[in-house]
């Protein structure tokens, strides 16, 4: 399966050249799909449907879950087929996040048994995670995935990646931020979900995509952003949190479930806890 969505990255990596403008629909956030969102998850669709190597997938561009007839298996897969999709027409870096459960995908995100990301930048890169260690690897000419690096764990780093505008942060959020500023955290924040979080990864410190006036719930996703890279965060030695609880305790009530989302490293984490509970 892993090789299937690197294949499938390949494709939608070499599809940018196909089209950059708005598909005139909504996805079921009530978000504006660019053609590139819609493409991207026929793909991904397709290609599952195809090899029947899955029985569910949800995808952030689908209004509810798919089953496939006479799978071959029993995984469930979610997908965010092209996170950070608005940034395409600047060619700034955007990615897929996929997680993959042993059964439904209505489940606590600590039942994923792997979770993975591709980057297309300058590199196309993926990240993956089966429970055994956070891996690199990076496309080469020919199309293949070569091991880049091994068992990542998340490093002591002063970055912070900060969603959301400060004249709508709720009180206790805007006391984290500025203690991170205080202590001299620097400010890294590119609008795609997965190229943050892999800078975070690789670099220390902490995204955070909070609950805030008007979105109390948080904006991103809690199937196809939140979970996929808790797995990965935690696994990397990090951790993944709504300010309050551990992400991946959640029991998901809906596909389209909203959450606050801090992530990054332990220290971070247990610092936002803390205000959020003031």
């Known amino acids: 399966m892993i090789l299937f969505f690197s294949d499938q990255g390949q494709t939608i990596k070499n599809g940018f050249l196909r089209g950059q403008n708005k598909a005139g629909t909504m996805n079921i956030y009530g978000e504006e799909q660019m053609a590139l969102d819609k493409w991207a998850d026929d793909v991904l669709i397709n290609g599952l449907k195809k090899t029947r190597l899955v029985r ?7 209004p509810g879950i798919i089953e496939i007839d006479s799978p071959k298996n029993e995984f469930g897969v979610v997908i965010d087929p092209l996170d950070g999709s608005s940034l395409i027409d600047v060619n700034l870096t955007v990615g897929t996040i996929i997680g993959i459960y042993p059964g439904n995908v209505l489940e606590k995100g600590e039942t994923m048994i792997a979770a993975m990301y591709i980057l297309y930048g300058p590199l196309t890169t993926l990240t993956l995670t089966t429970g055994n260690g956070v891996h ?11 091991l880049t690096q091994r ?3 998340i490093p002591d780093g002063k970055l912070y990646a900060p969603g ?3 004249k709508d942060y709720l009180p206790q959020h805007a006391k984290f931020i500025e203690n991170l ?12 979900f997965v190229a943050d979080m892999h800078q975070i990864l690789h670099k220390g410190g902490v995204f955070t995509y909070p609950g805030f006036r008007g979105k109390e719930k948080g904006k991103l996703r809690l199937l196809f952003e939140a979970n996929p890279m808790g797995k990965i965060i935690t696994d990397a030695g990090g951790a993944i949190s709504n300010g309050k609880n551990n992400i991946l305790s959640i029991k998901p009530k809906a596909i389209d479930d909203l959450t606050p989302i801090y992530a990054g490293g332990k220290k971070e984490i247990e610092m936002a806890e803390k205000f959020m509970a003031q």
Do not use: C, H, P, W
């Open 164 to 166: 959301a505008l400060r």
């Open 151 to 153: 068992d990542i764990k």
């Open 56 to 62: 569910y997938i949800a995808t952030e561009e689908q």
């Open 181 to 192: 500023e205080a202590e001299g955290y620097k400010l890294r924040f590119s609008g795609s």
């Open 136 to 146: 690199d690897f990076v496309m080469d000419e020919k199309g293949a995935f070569n």
